[in-house]
């Protein structure tokens, strides 16, 4: 019977080799380089946007290493290069991926910050840093009004309900017209590419969400609905499931993690389903609150608003059967959630945004509560932001508003543009677009001041803080390794199948080892636990030439070849570590597929569990381990990175 099983649980996981594995959303790594040099200059006025590389305020130019001169026009090409600068925020690059400031990461120009321009008042636009290395200066934009930027809106009767952004497209769910793609490359002037309607009546389009070539739409009285939109212009059914084949759903809205989607419906609760194969998605399971408004996924817990019932938590960790957690009665109306850290926040009609502390699901507590003029409905949070769509409270405007999270229990209000209904916002780097229900999809720029909050520091080619009229050639410093000297060394990892970064599923013990070059004896081993972002740092290591190699128990080992480790901070980018190794012999084969099918449809504290095989974190063997293993059959390690 063993044997049977197993040739039968191969056979699965050749299906799974050749189907689309578990998708991680965490895209290309956005490395943060160590901070090494010194905090910036106030620029000595009371702006929040203004600062000087000099942190005496000086007025000194910029140089290259050789002490050649930076002109304003070279700004931006040697930013970040070691002939140029970088600028930081509490320790995050402002131009990196993972910079979370206001607004989001920055684009760097150059630009003239000089007295006779208007220093310190001169506008820099919102998403971009301005960098005058001639002056040593730099500035980020000021904030203001929000302002309507542009907008589509369709002839004839429509109601846009949600909206997502993808690359160059908004996708916007209409109650009539189904789904709408616009063309954003001009947000001034955002352009129709394509429609998908329903063939029968009103579409009802309640939500979007987009991933790759397929967007997934919830049609209220219709289900949830898989389109492709590998071209924009004319999106297509690939598929459509309902939660009940006689009843309709009232699907709302919708969550998508890894392979599941989760619809939120009035009649059925939270639907979970299997996505894996869009042409064929399955029934997995529900969280039956009875009435789901909204849902957010966050590791292997959801959170789900059920209008007049509240706030309900589930442990999805096996989606077949979820488990209730706590439950927290509503304020007003519970319609929306999503979280963020330690709290979630709900959007609770007229009674505004509320703060939730869900430390223990078990026992999720109120924080306070933030008053909105309109009904607070939809929400998305992005770079430490809450952006609140709100329908009209009982007068004729709705509003799209922009709350502070940076403290997370007392949200801070930023940003108000007033219009009419709003049912859906999506926010991007400085921009948000919004599903302004009779006005289409509307385009608007906030204008939040993008000052850094807390330490802002900088590197530059020079750190002496005495005034000099003339550049000073700076050496190259000696990288010659000193072995009775230390250095210490940062390394970054991607971590296969456990969704985005940050997530409390990327801190995982990984083992470093360093030895002599060329697979020579070992000198030195460490088993440090990374942190939320894949990043780990160890410091006073002995300096020498090392091959640098890494892995995940379950993983194959990644290696760097080589690397002279001399004086200061290293960071080496050590890749995507691949899963499958269980039995940890340095390759994924039939061996490894034998313990993942011992151990499969076994949870941590259940006979047979082996956390060996649980390749994704979840605390689960399940098909997800397997489609991991799958992708990665055939594979034998050492895997070799350049470290760059």
């Known amino acids: 019977m063993a044997l049977i099983a197993l040739v ?49 305020n000086v007025a000194r130019g910029l140089v290259r290493r050789n002490g050649q001169a930076i002109s304003r026009t070279q700004a ?15 320790g995050v690059d402002v131009v990196s991926a993972s910079y979370q400031g206001l607004a989001g990461p920055k684009t760097p120009v150059g630009m003239d910050l000089s007295d006779a321009a208007g220093w310190p008042n001169i506008a820099v636009p919102g998403g971009q840093v301005a960098i005058d290395p001639v002056l040593g200066r730099f500035k980020f934009h000021d904030g203001g009004s929000a302002q309507r930027v542009g907008g589509w809106d369709p002839s004839g009767t429509h109601g ?13 769910a209409d109650w009539v017209r189904g789904l709408d793609v616009v063309d954003i490359r001009d947000p001034a002037n955002p352009v129709f590419v394509g429609n998908w309607t329903h063939t029968s009546g009103w579409a009802y389009g309640m939500d979007v969400v987009v991933d790759g070539s397929y967007a997934y739409a919830t049609m209220k009285f219709k289900g949830l609905f898989i389109l492709d939109i590998s071209n924009p212009a004319s999106p297509r059914t690939v598929s459509s499931i309902k939660a009940s084949a006689t009843e309709d759903d009232a699907a709302l809205h919708l ?39 909204s849902v957010w996924i966050e590791g292997n817990l959801a959170y789900v608003t059920g ?93 799209l508003e922009v709350f502070d999270l940076r403290t997370p229990t007392l949200p801070a209000l930023l940003s108000r543009y007033t219009t009419v209904r709003v049912n859906g916002v999506f926010p991007r780097g400085p921009l948000a677009y919004i599903a302004n229900q009779s006005r289409g999809l509307v385009v608007v720029n906030p204008n939040l001041p993008e000052g850094p909050s807390g330490l802002v520091t900088v590197d530059y080619n020079w750190d002496d803080p005495s005034i000099t009229a003339t550049p000073t050639v ?18 970054q ?42 990043r780990l740092t160890i410091a006073y290591i002995p300096q020498g030439v090392y091959d640098v190699r890494v892995r995940r128990a379950g993983s194959l080992v990644n290696v760097c070849r080589a690397r002279s480790l001399g004086p200061g ?33 076994t949870q941590e504290g259940e006979p047979g569990y082996d956390a060996r095989a649980d390749l994704n974190g979840d605390s689960r063997v399940d098909i997800f381990d397997f489609a991991l293993l799958a992708s990665n059959y055939g594979t034998t390690g050492p895997l070799e990175v350049s470290g760059n």
């Open 569 to 601: 901070t290293h960071l080496l980018n050590m890749g995507t570590l691949r899963e499958g190794d269980v039995n940890q012999e340095g390759s994924i084969n039939i061996f490894d597929f034998a313990l993942l099918a011992s151990a499969y449809s």
């Open 255 to 293: 969550f998508k993690a890894g392979n599941l989607v989760y619809v939120a419906a009035e009649k059925f609760g939270v639907v979970i389903y299997n996505v894996s194969s869009p042409t064929n998605p399955t029934k997995v399971g529900t969280c039956p609150i009875g009435f789901a408004e």
């Open 474 to 491: 700076v050496p190259t410093p000696t990288m010659t390794p000193d072995p009775n000297s230390t250095m210490t060394l940062t390394l």
């Open 160 to 172: 846009h309900a949600g909206v997502a952004v993808q690359g160059n497209y908004a996708y916007v």
């Open 307 to 399: 209008g007049n019932l509240g706030l309900y938590i589930y442990d999805v960790s096996n989606p077949s059967r979820p488990v209730q957690k706590g439950i927290l009665a509503r304020l007003g109306y519970s319609y929306d959630v999503q979280v963020l850290g330690s709290y979630a926040y709900v959007t609770e009609g007229l009674a505004g945004l509320r703060v939730v502390n869900i430390s223990d699901p078990l026992r999720p507590t109120h924080v306070t509560t933030v008053e909105t003029p309109g009904e607070a409905y939809d929400i998305r949070i992005a770079n430490r932001c809450a952006y609140i769509a709100e329908r009209p409270g009982g007068g004729s405007n709705g509003y």
């Open 8 to 56: 039968a649980l191969s056979w699965g996981i050749a299906q799974a080799a050749s189907a689309p594995t578990p998708s991680s959303t965490s895209g290309p790594l956005s490395l943060v380089m160590p901070v090494t040099g010194g905090t910036a200059g106030d620029a000595s006025d009371a702006l929040a946007t203004t600062y000087c590389f000099a942190s005496t």
């Open 76 to 90: 931006p090409s040697l930013y970040g290069s070691l002939d140029g600068m970088r600028i930081y925020g509490n």
């Open 493 to 534: 990892v991607a971590l296969q199948g456990r969704g985005e970064a940050p997530s409390a599923r990327w801190a995982v013990p990984l083992a470093v080892v360093l030895t002599d070059p060329s697979d020579g004896p070992v000198r030195h081993t460490f088993n440090v636990t990374c942190d939320t972002q894949g």
